[in-house]
């Protein structure tokens, strides 16, 4: 059994914590908390402030193909769509079950929010801001 310094254990471990990697060490998985970056383009996880990015989806449809992807995680505190003119409605379902804290669609083309779009979100989210779009 190999003993390591407990300083390059933690070193490791907050390493880990902050690329969002699975990675194995000593037997122990660790699992990221943002899902394959392949299976969610155009959007983006941003796993240093817990956010998903999908200010470039260019369809509806798109958008809701990066959320049926396996999402370790499924509680972040922010979603953002800026300056995005391909996105005019936000459909029921579309998010699965992530759940948000904040959300910020904002500078778009949105005109419609179906009414269970963000209903994962209705316990978690304590702000929304849609400005400047047409809704």
Do not use: W
């Not at 910020?104 to 400005?131: D, K, Q, R």
Request: charged share 15%.
């Amino acid at each position: 059994m190999v003993i390591l310094p407990i300083h390059i254990f933690i070193l490791y471990l907050v390493m880990s914590a902050v690329l969002h990697v699975r990675s194995t060490f000593l037997g122990i998985t660790y699992e990221s908390r943002c899902p394959n970056s392949d299976d969610i383009f155009p959007c983006k996880c941003l796993p240093e402030d817990d956010t998903i990015d999908c200010s470039e989806v260019g369809s509806e449809e798109e958008l809701a193909q990066a959320f049926s992807a396996n999402f370790p995680n499924l509680n972040f505190n922010m979603l953002t769509i800026v300056n995005n003119t391909n996105l005019t409605v936000l459909r029921d379902g579309t998010f699965g079950n992530a759940t948000f804290q904040v959300v910020h669609i904002m500078n778009g083309v949105l005109e419609e929010i179906e009414p269970n779009a963000l209903s994962a979100s209705f316990s978690t989210a304590h702000e929304l801001m849609f400005t400047d779009n047409n809704i």
